[in-house]
Structure formats: C-alpha cells, structure tokens
C-alpha cells in the first residue's frame, strides 16, 4: 500500500514538474500565460503585462485600436508609430525611457489612460520593454538628447506681465483662447498627425497639465513641444527667460495658484483682447 502511494506521489510531482516547465516555456506575467515568440525574457513580462492591462485600449498590434478605442476620446496612444506626447526630448525625436516610465505613473489627465502607479517599478520597466517592440524606430534609432530646464526664477509682477505679452506674441490664445480656456478662434480645426480632431488644453480645467504637473513640467513642454498634435517646440523662438514668463503667466489660469494670481493684481493685468492684443 505504502509503495503505491509512493509511485502515485512521484507520478504526481512529475506532472507537476512537466506542468511548471511548460508555463516557464510560454511565459507568464502576473499570471497571464504567454507565447515565448522571439522574444527578451523582459519582453516576455511585459507582454504579459500588456495583454492584461493595455490591449483593451491599445490593440493586440498597439496600434490603438483595441476594442474600447472606438469608445475612447481622446484615442489611445498608436505604438506603431513611435511619436510620443511626453518627452523631455527634442522634438520629433525618440523619448527616453524614463519619459515613457512617468507617463505610465502619472497617467494622462482629461483621458482614459489611468496611473499605473501600483505596478511595481520593475513591471513598468518590463511593460516599456515591450511597447518598444511595436515599431521599428526603437531598433533604428536612439533616444533624443533631454532638453536642459535651468533653474525656475523667482515669480515677480514684471514676469506675469512679460509671460502675458509672450502669450499674445506667439499667439497660444489662437488655440487655447485668450482666458486659456482651449477655445481659441482656431480650436475646432485643429487635428492630431493622424488627421483626428483634438482640443486644446484648458488650463482653467485643473492644476496640471497632460505631461505633469509642477512648473519644470510646463517648461519642458513648451520647449519640446506635444509631438503628433499641433503643440509645437518654442525652442526656436523664445528664450529659456521668456518660457518662464509664460509659465508664471499661464498659471494664472488655474484655479489655485494663489500666488501667480496675486501677481497679476499686481501687475495690474487686463484681458488679452478677443483679437489677442495687450492692454497696456
């Protein structure tokens, strides 16, 4: 009797065995199995990770059109392509992977796309591994340099100011309207680089913005601009000072930013007009 129960139990710990040899050659991440193809262990994980929390939004290829895309505005993120909101990377270039690594913290305001905050660090990396494989850029390419974001001056009356003349210069008010509420005179024809309509940020709406939330965030957009949107790079066209002008300026916008608020009272700040010149 002993020997059978022997023999049922050795039986039993090589089915066992087989069982587990056959999961670690399909892979699973977070309990999800899945086929080795050709790739990375990393990869491996992340596609694990991918098919659990990313297809229903951005598609089994990543090319955004998962099955809740058609219910989604703004649309998931097109992977193929390679073009990324959310850089601190020149514009038109590859963003880095802790770029990549932030927007999945951090989330996207105003989206469907939530914080993958919960993951653990080392499944975000994995996930990021994965996404990569989409598009062949990122075996062709490398990453763009990050921008520099120089030391944030002191927030004065004379900086609101400055920042309000710039947002009349290089006209933001066309897209995001002359009280920053994205109504601007040209906001409903506007299209993203796959030829779908897309709104201009309100920043009357919250306190952060699509790609973070502090002062070095806003900076760094301007500078890199929004890449596959209208949003272009300013790098060209203003100075790291005249940035920062607009960026006191713009918050002014937000509902609790007390104290760039109380600057433009002291400035004495009037309404950009409907045409989009300064009252001196």
């Given at each position: 009797m002993q020997t059978t129960h022997k023999i049922g139990f050795v039986c039993m710990m090589m089915v066992l065995g087989a069982g587990l040899a056959m999961a670690q050659g399909?892979?699973?991440?977070?309990?999800?199995?899945?086929?080795?193809?050709?790739?990375?262990?990393?990869?491996?994980?992340g596609k694990g990770l991918y098919l659990r929390y990313c297809v229903g939004c951005h598609g089994k290829y990543g090319d955004g059109a998962g099955d809740n895309a058609p219910y989604i505005d703004p649309k998931p993120r097109n992977f193929t392509l390679a073009i990324f909101k959310c850089r601190s990377t020149t514009t038109g270039t590859l963003p880095l992977d802790s770029d990549l690594i932030s927007t999945i913290e951090r989330g996207i305001i105003h989206s469907n796309m939530p914080s993958w905050r919960p993951l653990s660090p080392q499944?975000?990396?994995?996930?990021?591994?994965?996404?990569?494989?989409?598009?062949?850029?990122?075996?062709?390419?490398?990453?763009g340099d990050a921008i520099q974001v120089p030391a944030e001056p002191e927030v004065t009356a004379e900086r609101v100011r400055a920042g309000q003349e710039e947002f009349a210069k290089v006209q933001c008010w066309k897209c995001h309207g002359v009280e920053g509420r994205g109504n601007g005179p040209s906001a409903d024809t506007l299209t993203d680089d796959q030829g779908r309509p897309i709104t201009p940020y309100d920043f009357t709406s919250a306190n952060r913005f699509k790609c973070g939330s502090t002062d070095q965030d806003l900076y760094k957009i301007f500078m890199t601009g929004l890449d596959g949107t209208p949003m272009p790079s300013f790098s060209d066209n203003i100075t790291s000072d005249q940035a920062w002008d607009l960026v006191f300026f713009l918050r002014t916008f937000q509902p609790m930013h007390s104290k760039e608020k109380e600057m433009a009272k002291q400035a004495g700040l009037k309404p950009i007009s409907p045409a989009g010149t300064v009252t001196p």
């Open positions: 399909v892979g699973y991440a977070s309990g999800y199995p899945v086929p080795k193809d050709d790739l990375t262990p990393q990869q491996q994980t499944n975000r990396e994995d996930l990021i591994a994965y996404i990569k494989t989409f598009s062949p850029r990122w075996k062709n390419e490398k990453p």
